[in-house]
């Protein structure tokens, strides 16, 4: 079985005390590039005034009182230890009864040293009139905000009340005639009544203009990119939305919104509940890339309502995801082809990963020991593709209308609640034992879930329907002969997806194209020209692959306006191959233009990362 601690990502005591609300009372301070304000956590106590002292995470935040019921109290900062940050003690020398509640009033400022906000300039916004901020708290950047049990397996309902000079969303629903001005600013009211984790806690601020998209949603974003915004998403947003409730049960979360942030967002999406937060990399004006938001949406489920009690079974939040999303894509296509179709392009994905660490490397494994890692630092595909692979084999293992029936069982015993893997296989096991599925007891006996959740490298394949990627393959053997001619008429009546398979097959070539070929590539298809950055940047790693020079300027301009790491760390990777010094000067010139994540991996890959003190 797993060892006693639950997370080893937090210093936090919660086995004495758990957050059961927060209220966050901030100001947020564009000149001062800061939060400030109070946070009140109600913490439950767990024991019966045994705990004498109440520790938080935190990280470079700087803390002026901790109070409860008005009453100071002692506390310190202790020194940081390593990537768990430095915590805060409390000391509360009378304890707490069991099951009583303490009102612990923190005064907070974020510092420059916060690793979960970005703030931009108004030069770097598109209208240029505004500057703006976004926080990103997953995986352990909540500490940096406030001091708080920054671990998924405490889960807490949250009141925010936020003071701005410009427009705010967060991971809350906006209170019906909530906002209040005060002066130049205006206070922005949000509640979120269902419990979620530190790492959902998520702010935004700037000039931000709303649009509707479904029934219960809109999208935001700045007032220029409003309209390409609403037209990519509103086709679809209703269609996954019926067919997510029909796999899994009704949505829990009243409003389900995308804010459509700058492009210097490190992430295709972040599922933060009510507001997903997402690239504007999915904005390509041809609806190529909306399957984002099906991802995000299906979070409100996988990873929102059921959590992985720690980053060491990421794999529940991210594998159980990438499942629903392809499911929910099958059912709006009408076709089980376009759930093959995704798993193609994520078992590419999934073999690159673990190529780049090696096959037998521990951040391959389905669950990783975190023990004194930076989960930022095995985030990968892995749990997503692999995770994916574990569910779907189970979804094969046991049928389709069989594993149907355990889909909604399982959210409805885990609602609300954090899990491991083991809890998982319990659960699966436990829903299976039930007599009339007796015939499949040999099927389920032969699991080696050990195997599963341990061994390195990629999983066992299954066989998939090749229907929708044949005819991308086809095209790209023809590539492989130095007289072949291509016409536009190749791929034009292909999805972004198929063009995609297509790139990614000839990216795998053993013997890379000739300049010239790649040159042809480039301009018969449209890939110099498209607005498409999933489509540019793959045709730019074949580009590299040639050494065809002529691009590498293209690739520098690409890392100068796309933030998100999908895109920015493979390119930088491949550029530093072959033309180290355009890639480091690159770096140099978008450094601050990248969120501290991005620019903390991009570091790594350059080599040019100091081992932190």
């Not at 001091?147 to 309902?157: F, G, M, Y």
């Not at 991210?318 to 629903?324: D, I, K, R, V």
């Not at 198929?498 to 480039?522: C, H, I, K, M």
């Amino acid at each position: 079985m797993m060892a006693a601690a639950r997370d080893p990502n937090t210093l936090s005591n919660y086995d004495a005390w758990r957050t059961k609300h927060t209220t966050a009372n901030l100001h947020v301070d564009f000149a001062g590039k800061r939060l400030h304000g109070s946070v009140i956590l109600e913490l439950e106590s767990q024991t019966d005034k045994a705990s004498k002292e109440i520790i938080l995470d935190s990280s470079h935040v700087a803390v002026s009182s901790v109070k409860v019921n008005s009453a100071p109290l002692k506390f310190e900062i202790k020194p940081r230890t390593g990537p768990n940050g430095e915590p805060l003690h409390v000391v509360f020398p009378e304890g707490a009864s069991k099951g009583e509640t303490v009102k612990l009033e923190i005064e907070v400022a974020t510092t420059a040293g916060c690793t979960a906000l970005q703030w931009l300039t108004p030069a770097q916004t598109s209208n240029k009139k505004a500057p703006f901020m976004f926080s990103q708290a997953q995986a352990i950047h909540a500490r940096s905000l406030f001091p708080c049990q920054d671990t998924p397996d405490v889960k807490s309902t949250y009141d925010f009340n936020i003071t701005s000079p410009y427009v705010v969303v967060a991971s809350g629903v906006p209170v019906p005639g909530g906002n209040e001005k005060k002066g130049e600013d205006t206070v922005y009211k949000f509640e979120q009544k269902v419990p979620i984790p530190s790492y959902l806690f998520a702010l935004a601020s700037g000039d931000i203009a709303t649009a509707p998209i479904g029934k219960h949603s809109v999208v935001a974003t700045g007032p220029n990119e409003l309209e390409a915004s609403k037209w990519e998403l509103e086709h679809d947003m209703d269609k996954f939305m019926e067919a997510a409730e029909k796999i899994v049960f009704p949505y829990r979360w009243g409003e389900y919104n995308v804010l459509v942030l700058p492009p210097s967002f490190p992430y295709g999406g972040m599922e933060n509940p009510i507001f997903t937060f997402a690239t504007p990399t999915i904005i390509s004006g041809d609806r190529q890339n909306v399957d984002v938001i099906a991802h995000e949406l299906s979070h409100s489920w996988s990873g929102n309502l059921v959590t992985s009690r720690s980053w060491e079974h990421y794999w529940l939040n991210e594998g159980w995801t990438m499942y629903l999303e392809r499911r929910i894509v099958a059912a709006v296509h009408g076709s089980n082809a376009h759930f093959d179709f995704s798993a193609i392009i994520g078992w590419k994905h999934l073999e690159e990963a673990i190529e780049e660490f090696g096959k037998d490397h521990k951040f391959t494994k389905l669950c990783i020991s975190h023990k004194g890692i930076d989960p930022d630092d095995a985030f990968s595909t892995v749990p997503y593709e692999k995770g994916f692979h574990l569910v779907y084999f189970l979804d094969r293992l046991v049928g389709r209308e069989n594993f149907d029936k355990f889909i909604p069982y399982y959210f409805t015993k885990w609602a609300n609640k954090s899990l491991d893997s083991y809890d998982f296989k319990d659960t699966f096991l436990e829903f299976f034992a039930a007599p009339e599925y007796a015939g499949l007891k040999d099927k389920i006996a032969s699991i080696d879930w050990e195997a599963r959740f341990y061994d390195t490298g990629l999983p066992p394949k299954p066989d998939f329907d090749t229907s929708l990627v044949d005819v991308c393959y086809a095209l790209a053997d023809k590539w492989k002969s130095k007289d072949f001619t291509p016409s536009s008429s190749d791929t034009e009546s292909w999805t972004g997806n198929q063009v995609l398979v297509f790139l990614n097959t000839v990216q795998d070539f053993e013997e890379p194209l000739t300049v010239e070929q790649s040159r042809a590539l480039g301009a018969t298809y449209g890939l110099m020209t498209t607005k498409n950055v999933e489509l540019k940047s793959a045709y730019y790693q074949i580009a590299m692959r040639a050494k065809d020079a002529s691009t590498y300027a293209g690739v520098a301009e690409l890392l100068g306006q796309v933030g998100r790491m999908k895109f920015v760390r493979p390119l930088f990777r491949s550029l530093n191959k072959v033309d180290r010094e355009l890639a480091l000067k690159t770096f140099e010139k978008n450094k601050d233009f990248y969120h501290p994540i991005c620019r903390q991996m991009a570091e790594k890959d350059l080599g040019l990362a100091t081992k932190a003190a």
